[in-house]
């Protein structure tokens, strides 16, 4: 529907599965999985006209935040002004007075940093807008929940910072033993505050993941203690993270004077495929962009893309670029809904398949579109490593090793003389949270002070051994924890 008719007063979220009722914004954002087991969606996306999209072009990063925002979540639930007033506080911590910023670096190389944030990391941006969404509806309904979140690396620290201290909210963070960089656990393991709790797996990502949906799959545990996740199956995150590609598209594009607007790349380094989804919304709501998935040896999607092979390969293999080290991308779910055109049937056919045989071949006409939509290359560690070392020695800049997967595709483009399109590469975390990587790159690392300060703090976790149930051990724990409120 095109922006100008939309109404978000009438905005409703449905299941991706078909067999949930239909709720609003508030119900959407303290969800975890619909009760189905899908994922929420919006049930219209609103489509913008080039006139809309020129007048955008002007906007601040905080501004298309809001304006994206507005379009998604009824003013009856969050009003206007109250809407922008939390978008503002949510960025108030960022370090970069733009929220993010673009480095035009040699050879065509665009890089959009997204990692100015408290923990340097991309996921401060939709986190922080999702934590006061959160503080809002809890204010006003005098309520309590319970926050369950496993990580890779990043998700577990952006999701303490946005809720830490938090009276109404007490969180659960699930995090893998040595899978971690040493600062991302600090930034996690540092947090002393009543309401944060965070458990180190002797584990896998996709193994604490599936602690977590055993949690979420017992109806009446997740209602008792009002159960919700912050990992990127909630709408909220997504819904934040289209305005990275309005922002990138707009930095990047020679013109907004051309009709039709021309086309900009951007590369989305990738291991659950959250960021890509909302890029895949944002070209569905008419920008002109072509989008590349890229990711490291843990190559799922890639391989549903190139191959329609949607299907693990063994078990999660560690790379350089661990917050990417993830088996089973969860939102690649709503991108084939989307591509089916809401078919429900056919997801939850193919998503129960994948549930059981972890393997699925997806059907001919939904690859094709898969292909028509995104494009796709992984990265091995040496790829990274390269990366790093080139991206340094052209432009004295240092990537993490996350980026260095988005721009070794711009490389490997620019060396191949495949395309003069202009592209932009996602940054999604700094270079400071990987030390190990940098030196292993041959570099320097530059460290700031309170990323420094973290290995003299004091530090509180829990160990979940191999052994140990590891949802039992966190039922009895929240049930410890929240008896008071449930």
Known sequence: MPAECFDAGNMRYIST?????????EEALFSGYAPDGGLFMPEEIPVLDSNTLRTWSAFSYPELVKELCSLFISSELIPRKELNDLIDRAFGRFRHKNVVNLARLKNELNVLELWHGVTYAFKDLSLSCTGQFLQYFLKKRKKHVTILVGT??????????????????????LLPKDLCSQTQELQMTTVIAENVHVFIAHGNSDEIDESIKELFADADFSRKHNLMSLNSINWSRIMVQIAHYFYAYFQCTPSMDMTPLPTVEIVVPTGGGGNVTAGYIAQKMGLPIQLVAVVNNNDIIHRAIQHGDFSLSGSVKPTLASAMDIQEPYNMERIFWMLSDSES????TLMEEFNMSKKV???????????????SCSASDEDI???MRRCWEENHYLLCPHSAVAVHYHYKQIDCHLSNKPRC?????????????????KLVPEVPPEIQALKELETRSTVLTKEENWAETLRDRIEAVTKHFA
């Open 17 to 25: 599965r078909g067999d949930a009722r239909s709720v609003d914004f």
């Open 152 to 173: 890779a690396g990043d998700t577990g620290s952006s999701a303490i910072e946005s809720v830490r201290g938090e009276s109404s909210i007490d969180i659960f963070v």
């Open 345 to 348: 049937s056919l997801i939850k």
């Open 361 to 375: 071949i997806l059907p001919k006409e939904l690859h094709r579109k898969l292909l028509e939509v995104l494009s």
């Open 385 to 387: 490593v390269q990366t």
């Open 425 to 441: 590469c996602l940054a999604s975390a700094s270079a400071a949270k990987f030390q190990d990587v940098v030196l292993r790159a």
